[in-house]
């Protein structure tokens, strides 16, 4: 009976019989021989040849790890394929606009004679140069920072750069405007020494805000990896629409004063569409804007500096043979350099 009741009795005892745990060294020899024994492998199937199909290592992992890289692949291919389409949009918008560009140059040299065509570009080359000093900066800006605070889910620094991006030049362009309004009579007059161009200048002062307006909202959708807004509006819409007019207000016998009029209306037209689209692109924002204005405006005056270099002296050279040169030299000038604007065509898109 003792003998029966020692060869029932647990191996260990103690604190470990109580809860129902093994000694140390049992354990560690558990863990042992669990770490030496190979880990087990799924049976290799046979293939239709009869040869063995080595099973896969880790079937958890590797269908997870194949879906992430060829969704990775689609992703990138997809960037790839929409840089390549808006690229091509591009290339498509610059030829078309400098065609139409090269095309109204002669047609104004041609219907208006030379002395027409210099008021035209005289007057045209104070619009171009002046938004650049109204905008230069902001343009840049709005496309790095709208696509930085995108990035970052930041809707409220995107909606205070937005404010301050769009309202900022189009201020500064309204206060260059309507001081050559007021001055417009003493550059005809004394610098420039041709009456004639005291409307034209300013019709440009009236086109001027709509002009800065454009150039920064369609810079600002550009921050949202699409180049269609751009394309569409300025590179199609506006020149179409500028020749369309231009030679409506011609065959009604408007003369100069309708060529400047065709500007402005089609500037008008393209700041409300810009508007429009940057708009769709925006959504709505409820949150309330967050103004980084010391980063905004540090950033902003290196790029008009940058852009005011590049840009503005195409047009500056214009204004100075203004000064020292008639209309009529002004026009043979502009109708010589538009051959060399042609080279743009292929460099603007990239």
């Known amino acids: 009976m003792t003998k029966l009741a020692q060869s029932k009795r647990p191996k260990w005892t103690g604190i470990g019989q109580v809860f129902g745990r093994q000694p140390a060294s049992e354990r560690t020899a558990r863990s042992l021989v669990a770490k030496e024994s190979p880990p087990v492998r799924a049976a290799p199937q046979r293939g239709s040849d009869g040869d063995d199909v080595p099973a896969w290592p880790d079937v958890g992992k590797a269908p997870h790890e194949g879906e992430a890289s060829s969704g990775g ?4 291919r997809s960037e790839v394929l929409g840089m390549a389409r808006q690229g091509g949009l ?11 560009r090269f095309g109204i140059t002669f047609l104004l040299a ?4 030379p002395s027409g065509a210099g008021l035209y570009y005289q007057s045209f080359a104070f619009l171009a140069f002046l938004s650049l000093v109204a905008s230069g900066g902001a343009t840049l800006t709005l496309t790095r920072y709208v696509a930085v605070h995108r990035a970052d889910r930041d809707d409220g620094a995107l909606r205070g750069t937005l404010r301050l991006g769009l309202i900022t030049p189009t201020l500064i362009a309204t206060g260059i405007g309507a001081v050559l309004y007021l001055f417009a ?12 161009l005291v409307l034209l200048l300013r019709l440009v002062a009236f086109a001027l805000p709509a002009t800065a307006y454009t150039d920064a909202a369609l810079s600002a959708t550009q921050g949202f990896k699409t180049m269609k807004p751009y394309a569409l509006i300025n590179l199609f819409f506006e020149p179409a629409c500028r020749v369309l007019l231009t ?3 011609l065959l009604v016998g408007w003369g100069l004063t309708g060529v400047m009029v065709a500007l ?20 709505k924002l409820t949150v309330p804007p967050r103004y980084n204005v010391r980063e ?18 195409i047009w500056a050279d214009t204004i100075l043979l203004s000064i020292y040169a008639g209309a009529a030299d002004v026009g043979v000038y502009t109708v010589a350099t538009r051959l060399t604007l042609l080279a743009t065509v292929f460099v603007d898109p990239v």
């Open 296 to 313: 905004i405006f540090a950033f902003s005056t290196f790029s008009w500096f940058t852009k005011l270099a590049g840009n503005g002296l």
């Open 90 to 100: 591009n290339s498509a918008g610059s030829i078309f606009n400098q065609a139409l």
């Open 264 to 283: 402005v209306v089609t500037n008008l037209t393209s700041a409300v569409l810009a508007s429009v689209a940057l708009r769709r692109l925006v959504g």
């Open 73 to 76: 692949d689609d992703e990138h």
């Open 247 to 249: 030679v409506a207000f």
């Open 110 to 113: 041609l219907l208006l004679g």
């Open 185 to 196: 009579p003493w550059l005809a007059r004394a610098a420039f020494e041709d009456p004639r």
